[in-house]
């Protein structure tokens, strides 16, 4: 008789035993916030739509503390979710070489924070004047 | 050198299948000098304080990948890792994480073994020579595509890692399919087309939802969540050419 009995380990809460599995978890949960925001948007556009005292109600509505306070979660959010993306960004790519050099994970990862930064000074100027 | 001899305790996470119904924790008190590796912390805890305790080794080197075990909660080969990193503290030992535990730290591989034979893991000729005609050629270039993932020592240390894979074992897995892109990516090789259907089926890259942290782990700078991700950009490829080849929707 075989005295064979393997145990299989439990999966319990698996996902805070591991920093590294809480950071993936966060990074999975903003995209809640990135739908959030897009509904707000949508709603914007309908409000478009509908006329101008609509939209200026829908103005009004982002004013209030509660709409400030989930902007400013949802920038926090996409922030994170930029920055932990592009991180694990190389992963997609196919290996890329130059001149016989490999080109390595961190640079491509560093192009896409330094594009990233520009953009957003462009847009935020552009917004601001 | 002259080294003063220390004392670390190291608690591991032990189950006899004859009498335990599930496992429980010893602790040991192991002298060891600085020059020590874990796997030698663990040998001496069975040449001297308790000849039951099981564990597998070979090399002592770091290239045959049995040693994989979670030290302190992380998957790592415990021939390569020094007793002196969790000096003073408790280190605590445990079987490889996501595999069934046959006894104290030795893990059942065989799902593991049985999809490493699944892959078409050697080269099928792309096209056949006769001795007569030599060798076949590959350029720098063309063998870079593959080096990396060609690394492995299979010591499961990625799957360990995974929660998915903790999960559901029906997923492959990234070790082996960081070996099956392996061969898929070799310029001499034409057996891509049958293992691009474990590519692209549900138990393959698709099973993968980017957590990344078995490159993190690798021993080898294989980098398994690469090979696994960017099959997942061959794999959408792959789907619309048949797509477009047939006209309709590639059946898988
Ligand atoms: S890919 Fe790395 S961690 Fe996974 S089995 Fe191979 S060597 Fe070990
Ligand atoms: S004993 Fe061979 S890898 Fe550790």
Redesign the interface.
């Given at each position: 008789m075989s005295?064979?009995?393997?145990?299989?380990?439990p999966?319990t809460s698996?996902?805070l035993?591991?920093p590294?599995?809480v950071r993936?978890m966060i990074r999975?949960a903003t995209s809640v916030f990135v739908v959030l925001y897009a509904f707000v948007l949508l709603g914007g556009l309908a409000s478009l739509v509908k006329g101008e005292t609509a939209y200026n109600a829908w103005l009004a509505s982002l004013a209030n503390p509660l709409a400030i306070f989930f902007h400013l979660m949802a920038t926090a959010a996409a922030l994170y979710h930029t920055v932990t993306w592009f991180r694990?960004s190389?992963?997609?790519?196919?290996?890329l070489?130059v001149g016989?050099y490999?080109v390595p994970d961190g640079l491509i990862t560093g192009v896409q924070y330094v594009i990233a930064a520009v953009l957003y000074l462009i847009i935020f100027t552009v917004a601001w004047t | 050198m002259a080294e003063v001899e220390k004392t670390i305790e190291i608690a591991v996470l032990r189950y006899r299948p004859e009498k335990d119904t599930k496992p429980v924790s010893q602790t040991f008190e192991v002298p060891f000098t600085d020059d020590m590796s874990v796997l030698q912390g663990v040998q001496y805890i069975k040449d001297y304080l308790d000849g039951s305790l099981s564990f597998r080794w070979s090399c002592r080197m770091a290239i045959c990948g049995s040693c994989g075990m979670m030290l302190n909660g992380e998957p790592k080969l415990a021939c390569s890792t020094f007793l002196r990193e969790y000096y003073p503290g408790t280190l605590q030992i445990e079987a490889l994480k996501h595999f069934p535990i046959e006894k104290d730290l030795v893990i059942d591989a065989s799902d593991f073994i049985d999809k490493l034979g699944s892959i078409t893991p050697y080269i099928v000729p792309a096209e056949p020579r006769s001795v007569e005609q030599g060798e076949y050629l590959q350029t720098p270039a063309q063998k870079a595509q593959y080096d990396q993932f060609s690394a492995c020592i299979n010591c499961m240390l990625c799957y360990a890692a995974c929660p998915q894979y903790g999960l559901s074992t029906n997923f492959t897995g990234p070790g082996i399919l960081a070996l099956l892109h392996r061969y898929n990516a070799d310029s001499r090789d034409g057996a891509r087309e049958t293992r691009m259907e474990i590519v692209n089926s549900e138990e393959g890259v698709w099973g993968c939802t980017l957590v990344g942290y078995c490159s993190e782990v690798c021993p080898k700078e294989v980098d398994p969540a690469k090979a696994v991700n960017l099959n997942k950009v061959n794999s959408t490829m792959d789907y619309f050419l048949r797509f477009f080849a047939s006209g309709k929707g590639a059946g898988k």
């Open positions: 005295a064979r009995d393997p145990y299989v380990r999966m698996w996902w035993k591991n590294f599995y993936y999975e694990v190389p992963k997609v790519t196919p290996l070489f016989g490999r | -």
